[in-house]
């Protein structure tokens, strides 16, 4: 039930040197704000994993692969006042148009086109800190959504939007004594809110002060029928309810420390219905109903182009037990840095790495559901046409 708000990979990447943006980022945050009134980034590279105990059975590889990601922003389309963003990556496609202005009592329109072309999920359950999958497979989902917003007092903006979308999913080589769920289609209602208060660096276009706190609650109804799950052992098989309620929030909260960098703290917690099945076994996220991660670190800028962020990882998932009928609780803990080297105002290198001792990470190929506690990143990122504010 991939819907529209999918967590991006646990590949902790902080919103620090580079503005990076990702399709969890584009469909949850509602109103970044950019350094840039126009640019075009490509970001090339290899994304790797690296497995403590390979267990190729479950999917713990040490692998390496190519990854990249293509995206443009502009804040002038057609010459008028609106903004548009366009995504493509390894696992999605986004498209989001944003009309109208916050200034006064303005409000704003969206919409949004998105894909998720390449998804996994892992159906299964945590057994002393381990990760065993009961049933794995792939899927696809493609949706729109058209929704308005307007500030409830400053700084507070509420969004409310409808949702269209189509879900379908496939056996593959990892699919073994599972049957898979049926394709169906979604359609629901969703609201944001958010307390925005960035604020960028002039120079470097960082964040720098201030926080970004961002909630979605989200109702959805579904027409999918059919019962799926484990064929053997326990045979925990299920239907979907016909809708669920889910809610999302996530914080990001930066703290200047003059001119030598900034703290910053991270957090997403997501609570849906234990049997909404689909949607908690996605594997780009933590598997489970109720989730909590959060990280801690610092950006240290050592000079004006190169900048380095350690930091500390702690995740906490509750989940359903092997026998699907009540719930366990799991807490991982991990850590990592992030490095960035800008050769120029278009051209830049960056390095990322972290560790998590939790099993279950997102996974780090387009064709097969590959991960490792430990994943990493290494590449190049080029901007074009970039007009700064």
């Not at 999918?224 to 016909?242: A, E, H, I, R």
């Amino acid at each position: 039930m991939r819907s529209l708000i999918l967590c991006g990979a646990f590949l902790v990447s902080f919103v620090t040197g580079i503005e990076a943006q990702s399709f969890d980022d584009l469909t949850l945050v509602r109103n970044r704000p950019s350094s840039h009134t126009s640019v075009f980034k490509a970001r090339l590279g290899a994304l790797g994993s690296i497995a403590g105990d390979e267990d190729k059975d479950i999917g713990l590889e040490s692998q390496t692969n190519g990854d990249g990601q293509l995206y443009y922003y502009t804040d002038r389309l057609g010459g008028r006042e609106a903004t548009l963003d366009l995504l493509v990556d390894r696992t999605s496609v986004y498209a989001g148009v944003r009309e109208g202005s916050l200034r006064g009592s303005g409000s704003i329109s969206r919409a949004e086109v998105y894909s998720r072309h390449t998804g996994f999920y892992r159906d299964g359950f945590y057994d002393g800190g381990g990760f065993t999958p009961t049933g794995r497979y792939g899927g696809k989902s493609y949706g729109t959504s058209m929704s308005m917003g307007r500030e409830l007092a400053a700084d507070l903006y509420m969004e409310l939007g409808a949702f269209y979308g189509q879900n379908s999913f496939e056996e593959n080589a990892d699919t073994k004594d599972f049957i898979i769920p049926d394709n169906f289609d979604v359609y629901g209602t969703r609201l944001w809110l958010e307390h925005n208060v960035l604020q960028l660096d002039r120079m470097s276009g960082r964040p720098d002060a201030g926080f970004i706190l961002t909630m979605l609650l989200e109702q959805e109804w579904n027409d999918s029928g059919d019962t799926f799950g484990v064929q053997t052992g326990l045979k925990f098989q299920s239907k979907l309810p016909s809708s669920v309620f889910r809610g999302r929030a996530h914080l990001e909260w930066y703290f200047s420390q003059s001119q030598s960098g900034a703290w910053i703290f991270l957090a997403d917690g997501q609570y849906t219905d234990e049997k909404d099945r689909v949607f908690n076994t996605d594997a780009h996220k933590p598997i489970g109903n109720l989730w909590i991660d959060s990280t801690l670190g610092f950006r240290w800028d050592i000079t004006d182009s190169l900048w380095m962020t350690p930091y500390a990882n702690i995740q906490w998932v509750n989940h359903v037990n092997e026998s699907g009928e009540d719930a366990d609780s799991e807490i991982f803990f991990g850590g990592g840095v992030d490095m960035g080297f800008d050769l120029s105002d278009s051209f830049s290198l960056i390095a990322e790495y972290s560790y998590l001792n939790n099993e279950s990470r997102s996974p780090v190929s387009m064709s097969e559901d590959v991960y490792g506690e430990h994943m990493f990143f290494s590449g190049i990122e080029m901007r074009f046409g970039a007009r700064k504010h």
